[in-house]
């Protein structure tokens, strides 16, 4: 059972930044890596994915202010989120996938997630 650790959210100001976190405890049966989040009031939706071979896709609502990366040696993905605004307020989880397809909503393993507020 893959364990995902997840740190790194908190409270920032609209147009602030921030950067996530996620280890996982092992990497022997993870192809993709991703990020997901859940607003109040709001279905969990995809928002990064990142394959292990470094393939990259963004939810359009994050495209061009989130960046996805990778650190194979430490099994840990990052989320670095700027231009913040109040509507990406929400628990992010992170996921991590046996199979390398990244917008998709499901996933098989978990993390518990780490809440991101963004104030106006």
């Known amino acids: 059972q893959v364990q995902l650790v997840e740190s790194g959210g908190g409270l920032v100001q609209a147009g602030g930044s921030l950067r996530l976190s996620c280890s996982a405890s092992?990497?022997?049966?993870?192809?993709?890596m991703g990020w997901y989040r859940q607003g109040p009031v709001k279905q969990r939706e995809w928002v990064a994915g990142i394959t292990n071979g470094g393939r990259r896709n963004y939810a359009d609502s994050v495209k061009g202010r989130f960046t996805i990366s990778r650190d194979g040696a430490k099994n840990t993905v990052y989320l670095q989120m700027a231009g913040l605004t109040p509507e990406d307020t929400a628990v992010y989880y992170c996921?991590?996938?046996?199979?390398?397809?990244?917008?998709?909503?499901?996933?098989?393993?978990w993390g518990q997630g780490t809440q991101v507020t963004v104030s106006s």
């Open positions: 996921a991590a996938k046996r199979l390398p397809v990244l917008d998709t909503p499901n996933a098989d393993y």
């Open positions: 092992e990497s022997i049966s993870i192809t993709a």
